[in-house]
């Protein structure tokens, strides 16, 4: 069939609008591929302070009990009994729909938990605001997002701000471990840490940090996009196959 030169013009701005969705499509999906990445964690602060610069800037964030806490400078955790967070943004089935309609974009967090790289859920408890991990039925009735990221530096975000707030649990030991402050007060309203109680606090936020790229990552990765090369070349196969069945 010959076009008329109306109905060509016509037809135009439609296929350019479906190859330019295409091409948006696609760099859409390489720049969200982060977000997968395996990263970690750590402390910047927004301003400098004299005696907390030093010892918090650059600070790993890791998992013990059940929590987060900051290995800053000074900190004595024994060496077994914290994990590194090392982790990604997933969807969090349950809730992902609802974000989505509350106006968030984001996912949920999950982090390994040990050398075996299991994987637990990274939640902020609805009654303490403390940050946690946990398996779903730990997480079920607390807030296990949306965790998302801005967009320039991607520092981390929750319910699509940055109210982290580090608090020194232990005077003693100076330990600190990490907080949201969801209703941006402090974390003083009722109950909370900060109701009434004379404790350090201190604002923070939360840098995603590429690992170093040692000889296992690199290994892991080849393993990886073989087996999705392999993936792919046998679903052609299978459609191949089919095709000729057909005919
Ligand atoms: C899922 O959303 C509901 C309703 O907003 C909320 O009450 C619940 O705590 C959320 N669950 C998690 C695990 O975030």
Redesign the pocket.
């Known amino acids: 069939m010959v076009l008329g030169i109306l109905s060509a013009v016509a037809a135009c701005p439609a296929i350019i609008g479906t190859t330019e969705a295409v091409r948006h499509g696609q760099k859409a999906q390489a720049k969200e591929a982060h977000r997968g990445q395996k990263v970690n964690m750590i402390v910047k602060l927004p301003t400098a302070v004299p005696g907390y610069t030093e010892k918090f800037d650059g600070a790993l964030i890791v998992l013990k009990d059940n929590k987060l806490y900051i290995r800053h400078s000074q900190s004595t955790f024994p060496p077994d009994s914290i994990h590194p967070f090392a982790g990604y943004y997933l969807p969090?089935p349950?809730?992902q729909t609802?974000?989505a309609g509350?106006g968030y974009k984001g996912e949920?967090l999950v982090s390994t938990i040990n050398e075996a790289n299991q994987l637990n859920?990274i939640?902020v408890d609805?009654n303490t605001h403390e940050l946690k991990y946990g398996i779903k039925t730990d997480?079920?009735?607390?807030?296990?997002?949306p965790w998302d990221c801005t967009s320039i530096e991607k520092r981390m975000t929750f319910e699509s701000w940055e109210g982290f707030i580090a608090v020194q649990e232990d005077s003693n030991k100076d330990i600190w471990s990490l907080y949201f402050d969801r209703f941006d007060d402090g974390l003083s309203s009722n109950g909370l840490i900060g109701d009434g109680r004379q404790i350090r606090m201190l604002e923070i936020q939360l840098i995603r940090k590429e690992r170093v790229k040692g000889f296992d990552m690199a290994c892991e990765e080849r393993v990886e996009r073989i087996r999705a090369m392999r993936g792919k070349q046998k679903e052609q196969q299978e459609e191949g196959l089919q095709g000729e069945q057909e005919e």
């Open positions: 969090y349950s809730n609802k974000w509350a949920g859920w939640y609805r997480v079920e009735n607390h807030c296990a997002g």
